[in-house]
């Protein structure tokens, strides 16, 4: 694939993602009132992580179209006698809201089952605080399109631990009390990561990796889907866990 045709892919989908996943979004508010009572208390943690996740990536991927229509990755902004990197700013913002979206998943988590913070939740709440504290060093280099290593791989460390730990609990306790939508939120969880390991480990060695952003972002999109689905619909009662099912509201 040539660079070019590669920026128009990239473009369409980006701008295909954004006005899915905030349709997605607007769709959970708008029908937040139709939600069971027993299912509330996870489905507004879930929205506000998919408006979180949205807000950052439309920041990430809008900054990206803007750059491209700049003339390139590189575009930067002026800002008085500074200059900021549009795509450096954009990675930046959906690192952050990437970061709090997995602690209101592992909190959905914690509610769905009935847990409360227990020591494996409290490591991966840590893990997202620990993250965040990394990415506040000069180091991780923000203005820059690719960006560098090691400093990469130090801030996505936390995140790994943070996606991989909220997998195996979902799958775990899932397996358990027969809940299927938590079972295919963990699954997808595992898929966005196999997309985006390769990325983290190895993007600046080969840049075309980086396209496996694409069905890692899908995989995002299926969640909100099934979310939606499963929460913000009628169908909501066959996805509820066994052991919930039959608790009275």
């Not at 619909?233 to 066959?238: L, N, V, Y």
Request: glycine letters at 8%.
């Amino acid at each position: 694939m040539s660079e070019r045709m590669r920026m128009w892919v990239e473009v369409g989908f980006n701008i295909a993602y954004l006005l899915v996943v905030w349709w997605l979004v607007a769709a959970m508010f708008a029908r937040r009132a139709s939600v069971a009572g027993r299912d509330a208390p996870v489905a507004r943690r879930m929205l506000a992580a998919f408006a979180l996740l949205a807000l950052g990536d439309t920041g990430h991927v809008g900054l990206r179209v803007l750059a491209y229509a700049l003339g390139g990755l590189d575009a930067r902004l002026a800002l008085g006698s500074a200059s900021v990197s549009l795509v450096g700013a954009g990675a930046l913002a959906t690192a952050t809201t990437l970061t709090l979206f997995y602690m209101l998943v592992l909190d959905s988590w914690r509610v769905r089952f009935g847990h409360g913070w227990g020591i494996a939740a409290l490591v991966l709440l840590g893990a997202g605080v620990a993250r965040l504290a990394i990415m506040a060093f000069p180091q991780n280099a923000w203005e820059q399109s690719v960006p560098p290593q090691p400093w990469s791989l130090y801030r996505n460390l936390p995140l790994i631990v943070q996606g991989l730990g909220v997998a195996f609990l979902m799958l775990r306790d899932a397996q358990a009390h027969g809940d299927r939508l938590f079972r295919w939120i963990g699954r997808l969880i595992l898929v966005s990561y196999a997309c985006y390991l390769p990325v983290v480990f190895w993007v600046q060695r080969a840049p075309m990796i980086g396209m496996l952003m694409i069905p890692k972002t899908l995989a995002y999109v299926a969640i909100a889907i099934l979310v939606y689905r499963s929460l913000y619909r009628a169908s909501a009662a066959s996805l509820r866990p066994r052991a919930l099912a039959t608790r009275p509201r």
